[in-house]
Nanobody, 127 residues
């Protein structure tokens, strides 16, 4: 089973930026499609962004398009989430997720599509 560790969260003012990182270990990273999800207090976990193994192909939630960018570096076993123009509604715990797949150009965006999760990193955006 792959282990995932997120980092890079913190407190930022509205309009600011953060970059989250998620480093994988224990399995071959290039066999996993990756994604970011988030969960705000009292709300369900929701999809943010996903990236395929190769290409890469990406998909974003409508609420983050144009502000957040997902990328991966297979040589560093790491997936990133660059977050720009952050808003208070982006406040949440952000989770990295991995899904083993043979479909190298496919991304997955359902919570139930992923069996491997990190512990989460808190992002707080003040107004």
């Amino acid at each position: 089973q792959v282990q995932l560790v997120e980092s890079g969260g913190g407190l930022v003012q509205a309009g600011g930026s953060l970059r989250l990182s998620c480093t994988a270990s224990g399995r071959t990273f290039s066999n996993y499609a990756m994604a970011w999800f988030r969960q705000a207090p009292g709300k369900e976990r929701e999809f943010v962004a996903a990236v395929s193994i190769s290409g890469p192909n990406t998909r974003y939630a409508d609420s983050v398009k144009g502000r957040l960018t997902i990328s991966r570096d297979n040589t560093k076993n790491t997936v990133y989430l660059q977050m720009n123009d952050l808003q208070p509604e982006d406040t949440a715990v952000y989770y990295c997720a991995a899904r083993q797949t043979n479909l190298r150009y496919t991304y997955f965006y359902g919570v139930s599509s992923y069996a491997n999760w990190g512990q989460g990193t808190q992002v707080t955006v003040s107004s």
